[in-house]
């Protein structure tokens, strides 16, 4: 399940966390509306972030694979949770591992022919 959240750098101020495009959407024009008289301030921000509360956009490329592959699987188990479980933090080292090495073994496979 996908989370997002809208953030408005004048008020400083975070939105709940919200499962879907269209009410983050709702969220930041009814702040718009009810703060800043309809007008978009400067900054604002709103986008997809990880259980753990972080943006996707502000992590690595490798960081955010990590958290995407976690965060599908974290969502088996509960699919509108926050936070982690170690375990499938540790799925998502072990997958990513997994495939770095099947891409190795066949590259050197390749190479050595």
């Known amino acids: 399940m996908r989370r997002y959240l809208y953030r408005c750098p004048v008020c400083l101020t975070t939105s709940p966390v919200a499962h879907g495009l269209d009410e983050v959407a709702d969220e930041a024009v ?6 800043h008289g309809g007008h978009f301030p400067d900054g604002e921000s709103a986008g997809e972030i990880d259980r753990l509360g ?3 956009a502000s ?10 592959i ?7 188990r509960d699919p509108k949770g ?11 080292a072990l997958a990513i591992a997994a495939a770095a090495a099947i891409v190795l073994g066949v590259l050197s496979a390749a190479l050595s022919r």
């Open 59 to 68: 992590l690595g490329q490798l960081t955010a694979l990590h958290a995407r």
């Open 70 to 76: 976690a965060d599908n699987l974290a969502d088996l």
């Open 54 to 56: 972080r943006w996707y």
């Open 30 to 35: 009814a702040h718009r509306q009810a703060i």
């Open 82 to 92: 926050m936070g982690r479980p170690l375990g499938a933090s540790a799925a998502a």
